[in-house]
């Protein structure tokens, strides 16, 4: 079975500076991979998606990510974040039969 | 883009009861999935629920304690029974189009007391 691993659980960050959060995932076959975004008390926004074509790819927000086969990773980055990307970060593989496979999260944190 | 609506937002219920959430897509899909979020936790997948059949229930999820409803392509709904403190979660409703990218309800904050 696939499964998805959030190196960091929570990661705090000083305002406009830039952030990484890591994904890696295990697969034998090829896979889509996606980045989603939970504000509190919210549900979940798509922040980006690979599915094929391009290994970087851009998302919503000034965030993206960089797909690395070699590496089974799908790192999430911002070159400068805001307060208001305060919130949870989710990495999920879609395990065929259109199944998503959740990361354990990522607790951003950005202080002023 | 699919739009989900799910009902209620939150609830606070008695242990021993039972919740039944709805969840309203504004398109046909084939496909509907339920997922528990516990307290902190990521995201857990309960069951996929196919119209016109019975729904495929993931390992550690029972039809009892989580009966699912599909009567058509845009409802469903997902009834947690006999409640216990350890249900208190958010549940999510959610789809997939174009094959890939899923779309999710807003939630239901469920709190059993």
């Known amino acids: 079975a696939q499964s998805v691993t959030q190196l960091d659980s929570q990661v705090p960050v000083f305002e406009e500076a830039p952030v990484e959060l890591r994904c890696n995932y295990s697969s034998s076959v090829s896979v889509y991979l996606f980045w989603y975004v939970q504000y509190p008390n919210q549900g979940l926004q798509l922040l980006l998606k690979?599915?094929?074509?391009?290994?970087l790819v851009k998302g919503i927000n000034g965030f993206e990510a960089e797909f690395n086969k070699s590496q089974t990773s799908f790192h999430l980055r911002k070159p400068s974040v805001h307060i208001s990307d305060t919130a949870e970060y989710f990495c999920?593989?879609?395990?065929?039969?259109?199944?998503?496979?959740f990361g354990q999260g990522t607790r951003l944190t950005i202080n002023p | 883009s699919a739009v989900i609506s799910q009902k209620p937002s939150r609830d606070i219920c008695q242990r021993g009861t039972s919740l039944t959430i709805q969840c309203q897509v504004d398109s046909q899909v084939t496909m509907m999935f339920w997922y528990r979020q516990q307290p902190g936790q990521s995201l857990t997948l309960i069951a996929t629920?196919?119209?016109?059949?019975?729904?495929?229930?993931e390992s550690g999820f029972v039809i009892d304690k989580f009966p699912i409803s599909r009567p058509n392509l845009t409802f469903s709904t997902l009834t947690v029974s006999n409640m216990s403190p350890e249900d208190s979660s958010i549940y999510l409703c959610?789809?997939?189009?174009?094959?890939?990218?899923?779309?999710f309800g807003q939630g239901t904050r469920l709190t059993v007391v």
């Open positions: 959610s789809v997939i189009e174009g094959g890939n990218e899923a779309f």
């Open positions: 999920a593989v879609n395990q065929g039969a259109q199944k998503l496979v």
């Open positions: 629920a196919n119209q016109g059949s019975e729904a495929t229930y």
């Open positions: 690979y599915l094929s074509g391009s290994t």
